[in-house]
């Protein structure tokens, strides 16, 4: 069974820093593109950056210049390093996956459960 488990989250106060992590266990055959999106009450959720299994990045323009992706293909893990952070980065963070479970199956998004960034003003 695959599992995406993320971990990192927490309360810091405005211009603070949170990295999170999140690790994809079970038995897979590959992982694509991975990323982390967020979701704030009341909103949508919405992507936040992702990564090629290459390493190409994308962010969302309001993280640019203050959130790094990167991931760990060996560890099959991705990272969310956020610094200055701001109160409207305050979300439920979620991982994806874009997971391939055997040589000759299709790849199907995967999700963890959230970690909950707080950021006090």
């Known amino acids: 069974q695959v599992q995406l488990v993320e971990s990192g989250g927490g309360l810091v106060q405005a211009g603070g820093s949170l990295r999170l992590s999140c690790v994809v266990s079970g038995s897979i055959f590959s992982i694509d593109v991975m990323g982390w999106y967020r979701q704030a009450p009341g909103k949508q959720r919405e992507l936040v950056a992702r990564?090629?299994?290459?390493?190409?990045?994308n962010y969302v323009d309001s993280v640019k210049g203050r959130f790094t992706i990167s991931r760990d293909n060996a560890k099959n893990t991705v990272y969310l390093q956020m610094n200055s952070l701001k109160p409207e980065d305050t979300a439920v963070y979620f991982c994806n996956a874009d997971i391939q479970l055997r040589s000759w199956s299709g790849r199907r998004d995967y999700w963890g459960q959230g970690t909950q960034v707080t950021v006090s003003s």
């Open positions: 990564i090629g299994s290459g390493g190409t990045t």
